[in-house]
């Protein structure tokens, strides 16, 4: 008998995908919010179903992790997983603050910083 595989949504039919008027092309919000991001944010694992190939594993859904560092364009994000420490490493496409609101109030300019060519 040959073995059955074992996709990257394997048992998690319903948990990755989205929702009809939820599809179409991702957006840039996560992305650009992660240029605020400092070492020791409290950072919410929530995966997007359009990059699954840079998801962290399905258990970790909804967990809170502490951002330790950056490798290259990803996060690397410590989570306490049943009293252990686990290391996850992700894109900013998976994760969002723990409190968006505080989190764009404090960090984020509320207006953008435009350069004049110095007239």
């Known amino acids: ?14 948990l990755l995908s ?3 008027r939820e599809r179409g092309r991702p957006g840039l919000f996560r992305w650009l919010l992660a240029r605020y991001y400092r070492v020791g944010d409290k950072l919410v694992i929530d995966i997007d179903p359009v990059n699954i190939s840079t998801a962290p594993h ?3 859904q909804g967990r ?19 009293g252990e420490k686990k290391t996850i490493i992700t894109t900013p496409d998976h994760v969002k603050p723990l409190n968006l609101e505080a989190f764009m109030k404090e960090r984020v300019p509320s207006e953008p ?6 007239e």
């Open 58 to 60: 399905r258990r970790y």
């Open 1 to 14: 008998m040959v073995k059955r595989t074992h996709g990257y949504r394997f048992k998690a039919r319903r």
């Open 113 to 118: 910083v435009i350069q004049s060519q110095g």
């Open 64 to 82: 809170v992790g502490t951002l330790v560092g950056w490798r290259g364009k990803a996060l690397v994000l410590e989570v306490d997983f049943m």
């Open 18 to 20: 989205k929702a009809p």
